[in-house]
């Protein structure tokens, strides 16, 4: 398997661009007919988050905005570190029939050169243009036995950096420390009621260390550089329209006036802070917010940003370790 990384730069359905990178995150794509196959998913799902892999199907993504072929299907397939496809078909009259939707998410899987596991039941045939293809047959007897080993074997195969083991989350939090940032834990109704405000968009809360300065945090490394402007606009609107209903809130009794001062307080110091793939997106997203300001702090920063500044933090602290 080639674990260099690597972008699809084509977009297949002709859209501007592309950019998801290939086995990008610790997730499995499952394709599979929603009808036949809910003991299969059942299992199969159990098994891969027993490894710490996500499950991800078509069915449970919402795409608001957005193109819902890529974001629901392409992009997943692309991003995943191997894919299963349960290839089982369709019964009607009495006749076998191969479920159209999933072979159409196996040909991309096929195309993008993914790792893929793909299961059929033993008492079914398959059609015969991948009636060639290596595929696991299974019975509900023997099916958690055959998916156990194979998805074991496809997480070895497709691990991207076995001598890094430090995961992804582990290496944002790290980043942010190294900034003076820390997770908001949400213990008051006030942190809460602010960290669902850029919740649906994918922003979390952070506070600075003194605990008064509050920062959106989204780690959108897996979004192109449209998706990650929509967001940033999406959230401002929202922080605009709290505004604009202040003097409502306080008419019909909602909040004090007193808070109307502390809100004011929050926006001035709010910042925004970003994570994105590449330098190129980076640079891409700097150049749009610069012909349309958003009014707020924004901070935005590369893979490789985050790279340097860890690859900084410990060379620091290997000087200020004394000789032995």
């Known amino acids: 398997m080639d674990k260099r990384i690597r972008k699809n730069e084509i977009c297949i359905i002709g859209l501007p661009r592309c950019d998801f990178v290939f086995s990008s995150t ?70 076998e029939i191969p479920n159209a939707n999933v072979n159409m998410e196996y040909g991309l899987m096929l195309g993008f050169n993914k790792y893929i596991i793909p299961f059929q039941r033993e008492s079914q045939k398959l059609p015969f243009d991948v009636a060639g293809l290596d595929t696991i047959k299974y019975t ?14 496809a997480i070895e195969v497709t691990q991207q950096d076995t001598s890094q083991p430090i995961n992804p989350d582990q290496v944002i939090s790290v980043f ?4 003076k940032a820390l997770f908001n834990r949400l213990n008051t109704q006030g942190d809460r009621d602010i960290y669902q405000l850029g919740e649906p968009l994918g922003f ?22 449209e998706n990650v402007i ?35 307080e929050f926006i001035d ?27 707020y702090s ?13 690859d900084a933090l410990t060379k620091k602290m290997g000087e200020s370790q004394p000789e032995s």
């Open 26 to 95: 610790r997730t499995c794509f499952i394709a599979y007919g929603f009808m036949e196959s809910n003991l299969e998913m059942t299992i199969l799902r159990n098994l891969i988050e027993q490894k710490g892999v996500q499950a991800v199907e078509a069915g449970g993504a919402l795409a608001p905005a957005q193109s819902a072929f890529c974001a629901k299907i392409c992009s997943k397939i692309i991003t995943s570190q191997f894919c299963i496809v349960l290839l089982n078909n369709e019964e009607e009259a009495g006749r």
């Open 140 to 153: 509900s007897m023997n099916v958690e036995r055959l998916a156990r080993d194979a998805i074991d074997q």
């Open 176 to 179: 942010l420390l190294s900034k």
């Open 204 to 225: 979390n809360l952070l506070n600075d260390f003194s605990g008064f300065g509050y920062i959106f945090f989204g780690n959108f490394t897996f979004l192109r550089a």
């Open 230 to 264: 929509w967001r940033l606009q999406m959230l401002k609107d929202i922080l605009s329209e709290r505004i604009k209903t202040i003097p409502n809130r306080i008419e019909l009794g909602l909040i004090k006036p007193e808070l109307a001062q502390v809100w004011q």
């Open 269 to 295: 110091r709010l910042e925004i802070w970003i994570v994105v793939t590449s330098d190129e997106n980076k640079s891409k997203i700097l150049e749009i917010l610069a012909g349309a300001p958003l009014g």
């Open 298 to 310: 924004i901070q935005i920063f590369s893979l490789d940003d985050v790279k340097s500044e860890l």
